[in-house]
DNA sequence: GTGAAAGCGCTAACAT
DNA sequence: ATGTTAGCGCTTTCAC
């Protein structure tokens, strides 16, 4: 059985003041290191202060500042490794910065997006870092009306943003595709994510600049799309393999439907790289560790998130200085065991 | 480049006041629904709050009412998938109870989660969830000391808890390896995490009950053990693969280190499961898609974080029906592909 | 049904 | 160097 929890109230600057004999401002004073209090008083209030197990209230503080140095995360599920990692540098930075972080799922719901930003907003959180968001633009205008800055990373949106961190998906795309052209494949496949969103726009716009450079062309029978998991990446690789003739490699929107397709590949008995190569994006922990290792483009997942941190203290701060309202990163090609050239 | 943000004071129970010729108390009461209020004059305020975009300040509603309707959650990191649906888990039921939720990664460093707590102190959270701490005694003190409750999930220490949520290790580990058992195999190793962690040690027992049940010893040979990541997994596995004779089945502390196990195996060109049978536990998401698939015992992460969240709002809300103070969830064998019977 | 006043735990003038 | 006072945006008596 469980025994409900019963609080006492936590000691105050007051009861600090009461002990040490001298006004709670003293008191807030010292505690704040502040000059304007006698070395030894400070020393006795910070002595009682920690024995007393003292802890400075942020709500009441925040108060009166206006600041709370906190700051809302928004992602789609934490679930999501990428979303894992993302936050995971967002959360380091935040704290080296003094930062607390309320991280909430939108799960892609409208509904629950709302009702989340609601509560940042009551919270007075100082910020906002929303990831791979998926919703449209109406939630868009939601977040540009709140008086708060809002850094975007990897928006999935067609809409404009006047700040954020993003992979370069062209770039990233491109490399992979021509990785795969040097490697002698003409037959090449895409598995992307939904259509309509920017990100799967970029990289298939991306695949297909590289293969018409290169005066190869699209391998219709093989263009397929999933929603960026696991299970649509099988799903889509399925129906790929309903169709003839059969591509020799395919280039996926992320890592986690490559591993789909791989998959759904070792399932038929496919071999991987020996008759069909696959490339990912993203560069999950799993993708080094998948059989045989993913070749795939890097995002420095964690490095961003902390970029999009320092961007919004930046932007809380005023302290602007060499920071671009849009910043794209570079992703960068692994080559792994996951593909080689075609069996003639 | 980019410009600093200006931001103007939100809209407070005054301003709508004075706009609605009431008293701020009026208000107040008006928006929290109280039947003290005039209908036609708490329409009209609604009107005023929703039209001039009014959130309530949750900051200095906390002040006076000494609750945030915030917890904290510790993680050793966000990045870990485990962790990742657990954390999910949370935040969906913190969600729907009201409570937003501060994450925090501790990096299992003793001085980041000294800080990380005390923030959380400051913030005045209502309570804490910590998950798999690997941290020791010292913390536990420290939590213990806190005026707050605070609830554990699959914590790794061997100190005692008031109350937590985990799952049956021993169990879990006994029905993997009677798996393994039935299937014939009688040479089995075991990869562990980091000796002396509790859900290790327990694994490790429900292992070694399970083999001495059947008069199987245990092959010394093939014990190994690493720290819960694929990349110790692989190592580890490539330790026992120097030794002879070769196990034919291996039982992973957990799917990380399963999966850098098999990763190892792949390379080496051992088959699975041909050669050598491996089964995991926690069943995440990759499971599935491993190649072969990884039979693995399957932890109700969600839920646990779920079950996790919903013992804490008890606590803080005095109604502790049919909650038990120490909570266990039993694992599921979920038998895939990476398990067959040993070649004779 | 509504307003006035006090107070939550701090910070920040403004005295002294 | 220290104390007094006001106020941050709310909730909650207590009057009326």
Redesign the interface.
């Known amino acids: ?5 019963t ?4 000691v105050s600057i007051k009861d600090i003041a009461r002990i040490a004999n001298v006004s709670h401002s003293t008191v807030s004073r010292a505690l704040r290191n502040s000059p304007l209090v006698h070395p030894s008083t400070a020393e006795q209030i910070r002595k009682i202060a920690s024995e007393s ?1 003292y ?6 503080r ?2 009166v500042n ?1 600041r ?1 140095h ?1 700051i809302g ?1 928004v992602v789609t ?5 990428f ?3 993302v ?2 540098g967002i ?2 930075k935040a ?1 080296h910065l003094g930062y ?6 939108s799960k892609s719901e409208p509904e ?1 997006e709302l ?2 930003v ?2 940042f ?4 959180v100082d ?1 906002i870092i929303v990831t791979s968001s998926r919703v449209g633009a109406h939630y868009a205008d939601l977040l540009e ?1 709140m ?3 809002v850094v975007f990373l990897n928006n999935h949106n067609p809409g404009n943003f006047a ?1 954020s961190v993003s992979i370069d998906d062209g770039n990233g795309a491109r490399e992979a595709t021509n990785h795969l052209l040097d490697l002698g494949h003409t037959r090449i496949g895409y598995i992307g994510d939904e259509f309509g969103l920017r990100s799967n726009e970029n990289r298939l716009s991306g695949f297909r600049g590289a293969l018409r450079s290169r005066g190869v062309k699209e391998h219709a029978e093989a263009m397929e799309s999933g929603d960026g998991s ?1 299970a649509e990446g ?1 799903a889509a690789m399925e129906r790929i393999l309903k169709r003839t003739p059969l591509p020799t490699a395919v280039f996926c929107y992320n890592d986690q439907t490559a ?2 397709a ?2 759904a590949l ?1 399932a038929r008995g496919i071999r991987i790289p020996e008759e069909i190569s696959v490339v990912g994006f993203d560069d999950l ?2 993708a ?6 993913l070749t795939t483009v890097r995002q420095p997942m ?1 490095q961003m998130g902390r970029r999009a941190m320092e ?1 919004l203290a ?5 302290e ?1 200085a060499g ?3 849009v910043e794209k990163f570079d992703g960068e090609l692994i080559v792994r065991r996951s593909t080689a050239s075609p069996k003639k």
């Open positions: 059985m469980l025994r409900p929890h609080s006492s109230k936590p197990g802890r400075a209230s942020a709500v009441a925040s108060l206006r709370t906190t995360v599920t934490i679930a999501d490794p979303n894992g990692e936050v995971s959360e380091d704290n607390s972080v309320f991280l909430a799922n629950r009702r989340v609601h509560s907003e009551e919270r007075r910020g009306r008086n708060i800055p700040y696991c099988a591993l789909g791989m998959s070792h922990p799993a080094s560790y998948a059989s045989p290792p964690e961007i930046g932007l809380l701060s005023g602007t920071i671009e309202g």
